[in-house]
């Protein structure tokens, strides 16, 4: 079955400490997303890719970076730098561009501080 | 900027209608519709377009007001399987960004 895989389902953070999600699609799409939502909210953009080896910044980028090599892949790493790391992580995607497509989404991965 | 959701939370009693609102401050080429479960990723229900264009599921309508930049869900004969956090999300023109709303908590009770 098509679909997104994330992992892993649950992490930990140490401080000081990057930390890689991964997140896999088998849906053939060009374009990926990484959100951010903490309890009780919406969905924030970190970071969005439409193409291969290319990818921009989204609302609340800082802290976060991305890298797309593969078509299917579009891991984002959680630096250091980003102070108030824990919260729950979705990766999306869609056939073309978030203007009129809809963005399928992974189980995503819950990010905590040790 | 994030669109405006209203109401933030209903309670509805199954058979029941519910009208769920969306309210941007920019011009807008499209609008998404999302629901999440708890603990769960967000589904999608349906994209509204800048001309008309609707694209989703049959059981699901919603309407968009290019002049007031609003738009709305309608849910009507509510089951239990409704109950979730609808979102929806705006695409303006010139970027590829999709922004959400901060959701509207649905809750079915027999």
């Known amino acids: 079955d098509g679909g997104i895989t994330q992992s892993p389902k649950y992490l930990f953070r140490k401080e000081g400490q990057n930390v890689t999600l991964s997140c896999e699609q088998n849906?053939?799409?060009?374009?990926m997303y990484w959100y951010r939502q903490d309890p009780g909210q919406g969905l924030r953009l970190i970071y969005y890719s439409q193409i291969v080896n290319d990818f921009q910044k989204g609302d609340i980028a800082e802290g976060y970076s991305v890298s797309r090599e593969k078509k299917e892949s579009f891991p984002l790493t959680v630096t250091s730098a980003q102070k108030n790391p824990t919260a729950f992580y979705l990766c999306a995607s869609s056939m073309e561009g978030a203007r009129n497509q809809p963005q399928h989404f992974g189980d995503g991965t819950r990010l905590s501080i040790l | 900027q994030q669109p405006v959701q209203s109401p933030q939370a209903v309670i509805l009693r199954e058979g029941e209608d519910a009208v769920i609102n969306c309210s941007s401050s920019?011009?807008?080429?499209?609008v998404h519709w999302y629901r999440q479960k708890h603990g769960e990723a967000p589904v999608f229900l349906m994209i509204?377009?800048?001309?008309?264009e609707q694209k989703g599921h049959e059981k699901i309508s919603a309407s968009f007001n290019e002049k007031k930049q609003q738009s709305s869900l309608y849910l009507t004969a509510s089951q239990l399987s409704y109950s979730g956090t609808y979102f929806c999300g705006q695409v303006n023109f010139g970027n590829e960004k999709l922004t959400f709303g901060t959701g509207t908590r649905l809750t079915i009770i027999p």
């Open positions: 849906l053939n799409h060009d374009a």
């Open positions: 920019k011009a807008l080429y499209s």
């Open positions: 509204l377009l800048k001309g008309g």
